[in-house]
């Protein structure tokens, strides 16, 4: 069995708050909006997994991205690329101990991991 699990989805766009409203009235979700820039997180207890809903750091158009949660970030990383992946976005700590990477794959589908 495997140890990287899929821990967190994040939903993010230009409006943070509209979407925050929307996904919470949809599907009932407290979203708990006191991380940095007012990134909401719901409870795993009662989603099945974290979920994110936020901004795009450059107000870009939007995505939802999946995280799995790996035992070594940086070699993830190289053997992403070795299997003719890229890297969106290189390994960053966005706080509480974290620390955060996006790949694309050999189709440009993007993936998040999670070192924690």
Do not use: R
């Not at 940095?36 to 997994?49: C, F």
């Not at 994110?52 to 940086?74: C, F, K, L, Q």
């Not at 690329?81 to 974290?98: D, E, Q, T």
């Amino acid at each position: 069995m495997s140890d990287a699990k899929v821990i967190h989805f994040e939903i993010v766009g230009k409006d943070q708050k509209a979407l925050q409203s929307y996904y919470g009235d949809l599907f009932g979700w407290k979203l708990n909006t006191d991380a940095p820039g007012g990134y909401g997180m719901s409870d795993p207890a009662e989603t099945g997994i974290v979920v994110g809903v936020g901004a795009t750091p450059d107000g870009s158009a939007g995505h939802v991205t999946g995280y799995v949660t790996v035992s070594n970030i940086d070699a993830t990383l190289a053997k992403a690329v070795s299997l003719g992946g890229k890297v969106i976005m290189p390994k960053f700590s966005p706080g509480g101990g974290a620390t955060l990477a996006l790949i694309a794959d050999p189709e440009g589908h993007i993936v998040g991991l999670t070192e924690m």
